[in-house]
């Protein structure tokens, strides 16, 4: 591919993981979901596993098209500082979510999906700049035998015996001695987006990035798409392989659950791709282009306006209260829906709802660049 060339495979992909985070993270109520929009209780892989791991695989390829052109040159510092601009910002972005509408900085969540996206990025783009795509191998090999080891090796503090249970693991004990209080709040003592975990989402951006080398370097489509299916193929049955002694597990974020998700999000893309850019098949992910158009920001905007609908009290008739966004469930969907349906209803609703504000920004090209 050109190097100007844009890939709108890899933004309808970033736009269907967006819309899909937005449908999973706000149900009309979690006691009423279908199990694949629910995560895995511990080890193993549901759909909605696949969302945050193919974003930052996404991250990864997006980092190989924006900078491709910059290998030469190396990391100058004019370069550097706007990755840490875009660092600071992104990171700073998922510190207000957390912080919203409270903003009680006593409790305040420090890790979170913007924080590891800003992580990702950051030093996958160094690597990136400043290393081979054979030392990229290498370094994601690396990173995911480190992460093994200190998980399965090294005794936890307090707890003894290397263990990868919530709560007890080494993982968990870091971020417990580090981030007290400001951990996730319905765990309280670990992260699932927490320190150490973040060695092999990096290594999720790696391969993301060794993906998108592959756009450039083979030239004919069908053998691009070929080696992107074989590839990931390989991954996954190297994640399944693995996984038999060091389970798939997202909030671990394992080594096994970064070959596997990377492995199938490789196939996806390559789907995508096969379909919009190279046969032209693309009036179905129109909706999807907005979405990815503008991931950062509808991310942000559908986390604000789901906190602020639940901080918002309406009278429940019976002498009590209620928030707006359980009122308009239970009035707008479930008065003539299944709880659950309704429920799948009003998350389903929220993503149209974006997706026509989007459809406007996309028209007057408006395009929020973080």
């Not at 973040?198 to 080398?213: D, F, H, Y």
């Not at 009003?346 to 709802?353: D, G, M, P, S, Y």
């Amino acid at each position: 591919m050109k190097l100007n060339e844009r890939l709108e495979s890899l933004d309808v992909f970033r736009g269907i993981t967006v819309a899909a985070m937005i449908l999973v993270n706000n149900p009309g109520t979690w006691e009423h979901i279908y199990s694949p929009l629910r995560h895995a209780p511990w080890n193993g892989c549901t759909p909605t596993d696949l969302i945050f791991p193919f974003f930052l695989f996404i991250v990864g390829v997006s980092i190989h098209f924006a900078y491709q052109h910059k290998t030469t040159e190396g990391l100058t510092q004019k370069v550097f500082l706007k990755i840490l601009r875009r660092t600071l910002i992104i990171f700073s972005l998922g510190i207000f979510l957390s912080l919203f509408p409270k903003f009680d900085f006593s409790v305040v969540r420090i890790p979170g999906v913007l924080q590891r996206i800003s992580m990702v990025f950051f030093f996958s783009s160094i690597l990136y700049l400043t290393t081979s795509w054979l030392a990229q191998i290498r370094i994601a090999v690396v990173l995911l035998f480190i992460y093994y080891i200190l998980m399965n090796f090294v005794t936890v503090p307090g707890f003894g015996a290397p263990n990868l249970e919530p709560g007890t693991n080494l993982g968990a004990w870091l971020d417990y001695s580090l981030l007290e209080g400001h951990l996730w709040v319905q765990s309280k003592t670990w992260d699932p987006e927490g320190i150490l975990s973040t060695i092999p989402a990096i290594a999720t951006g790696i391969i993301g990035m060794l993906t998108g080398k592959l756009f450039t370097e083979i030239k004919d489509p069908a053998t691009r798409v070929s080696w992107m299916l074989f590839i990931g193929a390989t991954l996954i049955v190297l994640g399944l392989s693995w996984g038999l002694f060091f389970p798939i597990n997202k909030s671990l974020w394992t080594s096994s659950f970064v070959l596997y998700t990377a492995g199938i999000g490789m196939q996806f893309l390559a789907a995508c791709h096969w379909l919009i850019d190279v046969h032209g098949v693309k009036a179905w992910s129109k909706p999807f282009t907005w979405y990815g158009m503008n991931a950062i920001f509808v991310f942000v905007v559908s986390g604000l306006l789901a906190k602020t609908l639940g901080r918002i009290k309406i009278a429940d008739g019976a002498g009590g209260e209620i928030s707006s966004w359980t009122w308009i469930y239970k009035n707008a969907f479930e008065s003539w829906l299944t709880p659950i349906n309704a429920s799948l209803a009003l998350a389903l609703t929220l993503v149209i709802f974006f997706g026509v504000i989007l459809w406007w920004m996309y028209r007057k090209k408006i395009f929020i660049k973080i």
